[in-house]
Structure formats: C-alpha cells, structure tokens
C-alpha cells in the first residue's frame, strides 16, 4: 500500500510517501515563509525520486491538528483533490497523536501530553498513555489556563510542544517535565499512524479540522 501523508498543522510543514510503514521520501520546510502552498511545489518532485506517479497512491493520510486552522484545511482539502479521480482513501489522523507516538517512542515515555498555544492565555493538551499495545489518548483536547495544567498531568507525564518557545517559561515555572525544544508533528509518523489504524479496521477521524477554541469547534 502506497500512502501519501500531508502534515501542516504546525509551522514546520512536511509531506511524505510510505510503501507500508517504511518511508520511501519526505519533504519539510517552514510554512512561515511559504503560507501553506510550498507541498505544492514539493509533490511532483518527490514522486519523481521514489518512481510513483499520484495515481499509483493508494491511501492520503492528513494530520488534522490541533495545530495551525488554515494549515490543516489546505492539507485536508488538497488530499481531498488528489483522491477524487480515483476515488482512493483520505484518511485522518490526530497530528497530535502522531506526535504523542514519536515521543514516546524516542524517549521511551509511558505518558506524553502534547501542549500547544491556544492564545488568549490558554493552552491545548492532549494526554496519550502507552498501552503495550500502542498510544491510547486517556484525555481528550482539552484548553484551559497554563495554571490549570498542573491538576490534568500526572508527575510522570512528559510534555511535548510544537510551541514551547511561547510555552517554555511557564512550564518551568510550573514544574512540568517538558522536553526542551519545539517538537513539531511529522507526515512520516502521520502516515505511519494511518496505516496502523487502517491495518487494525479502525476509522479515520473526521475530515475537518480539530479546533480547540470551544465558541468555534467542529463537532
């Protein structure tokens, strides 16, 4: 099974091609200085490096957030296009899921949150647990006040964040065992969850966004 996944709900967009779970190529750049069009500009090259053509491309795997709005519909609805003519798979999963999985693995962590900037004071988290059997999220993406953040984690709870250069002083602050730089999702780990999930007969999410700010959240 050939996978394209697309990942840009962070300011460190990326794209990947999988053949199963083993990455074929990957592409990252910084969607502050392209705007969300740059894996546009990127496909057509990779595609020539591992030999595939879209219409070889069997699933479209997207990272729906929490993470940058206008990043994650650009994602959603490019894989969209790009599925229809064959009328192929887009599935989607958590980008910070897939995050949640990269930590826990590289560090070998049996609690990761991952925490992101909601602005207005607020912070987003997520609170994923290692089962044996994989990540399962124990807490759902929750905002609430950096303050706040100490009664939702466990002492044992290692933080992640595509933000921590916003976050960093806080969580110090806080006590919070956090890593120590920007942790950003990634289209090969987002692939890689996607074809997990396929193999296991589990549904994608939902093909919209997940957007935290409760008075504007996709239900």
Sequence with gaps: MITL????SSRHGSAA???????????????????????????????????????????????RG??????MRVAITAAQAFA????????????GEALAQEVAEAEKASRVAVVGDAR??????????????????????????????PAELSADTLIASP???????????????????DRFPKARFVGQLAVRKLELGLPSEALVPIYTQPAVAAK
């Design 163 to 181: 933000d921590l250069h916003k976050l960093s002083s806080i969580l110090k602050e806080l006590k919070l065992r956090h890593l120590e730089e």
């Design 120 to 149: 207005r004071g607020t912070v987003w988290f997520g609170v994923f647990e290692n089962t044996g059997q994989g990540l399962s999220q124990i807490k759902p993406w929750t905002v609430c006040t950096p303050e706040n953040l």
């Design 17 to 63: 091609l999988l053949s199963g779970r083993e990455l074929l190529q990957e592409e990252t750049w910084n969607e502050k200085d392209v705007r969300g069009q740059h894996v546009f500009k990127v496909l057509p090259a990779m595609l020539r490096k591992a030999s595939l053509a879209m219409e070889t491309i069997d699933v479209f795997a997207v990272g």
């Design 84 to 95: 229809l003519p064959g009328q192929k798979t887009v599935f989607t999963v958590s980008s």
């Design 5 to 8: 996944a697309l990942e840009l």
């Design 66 to 71: 929490p993470g940058s709005y206008s990043g």
